[in-house]
């Protein structure tokens, strides 16, 4: 079953353009955004499930450089 969600980004270093430049050349990624507020940028995603889901946050996302921290928020309706 695919999972959305909604992944909050906080950049460290990089310009946000670079970072989002390349998150959203990966595969499950359907949007990113840059936002003003607590965070940088929210990035929104589909992955066939919560494994993939995980890979694509912890592997992917997270192995950008200039992505800080992240906080993903399962959509869950």
Do not use: F, P, Y
Not at 16 to 27: A, C, E
Not at 48 to 67: E, F, P, T, W
Request: hydrophobic fraction near 45%; charged fraction near 20%.
């Amino acid at each position: 079953m695919a999972v959305d969600a909604h992944i909050l980004v906080d950049m460290t270093g990089e310009k946000t353009h670079v970072v989002l430049n390349k998150v959203t050349k990966l595969k499950d990624v359907r949007s990113a955004q840059a936002v003003t507020g607590s965070h940088d940028a929210i990035v929104q995603v589909r992955a066939a499930d919560m494994i993939k889901l995980g890979h694509l946050v912890m592997n992917q996302i997270r192995g950008i450089s200039g992505v800080g921290r992240t906080l993903t928020c399962v959509v869950a309706d």
